[in-house]
């Protein structure tokens, strides 16, 4: 059997920086000299494909889900949405917004496209959304 030593859903990971409260923020899996850890994403072309279920301290284990189409996903959202609109990382720079998702922007720029929104939302609501892994975006 080839598939061995493989999960499904939820998992601990180590924090490669403080994600205390930062449930339901997107995280990408990194390392640290080869140890697996999550961080904020820290560019919006960032592969932040696993949601925070249980955020925890530097160097603690924190609980992540990855994000998969199969399953909705509640995630973090700046700024409003609404059903069908295409989710694409926050814009970084903001060091509030680092994990969250907003509406593809009318800006010009390169984003990827993350999930479909599957409900109105509003700021710093965690918003359903359908995982829809489309990719890069030039605007």
């Excluded at 904020?40 to 925890?56: F, I, K």
């Excluded at 509030?96 to 109105?120: C, F, H, N, Q, S």
Aim: negative net charge; aromatic residues 4%; contains cysteine.
């Amino acid at each position: 059997m080839s598939q061995t030593n493989t999960r499904q859903g939820d998992f601990p990971v180590l924090a490669g920086e403080d994600l205390t409260g930062k449930e339901d923020y997107l995280v990408k899996l990194t390392h640290d000299t080869g140890v697996p850890e999550v961080k904020l994403p820290e560019a919006n072309a960032d592969y932040a494909l696993y949601v925070v279920t249980e955020g925890a301290a530097d160097a603690k284990n924190v609980s992540v889900r990855p994000v998969e189409a199969g399953r909705s996903v509640r995630i973090k959202l700046e700024g409003t949405c609404n059903p069908g609109d295409l989710l694409v990382l926050a814009d970084v720079a903001t060091a509030a917004d680092k994990g969250k998702v907003r509406v593809l922007p009318v800006v010009a720029g390169t984003y990827r496209g993350l999930a479909i929104a599957e409900e109105a939302g509003v700021d710093g609501q965690t918003v359903l959304c359908r995982p829809a892994m489309i990719g890069n975006i030039t605007v």
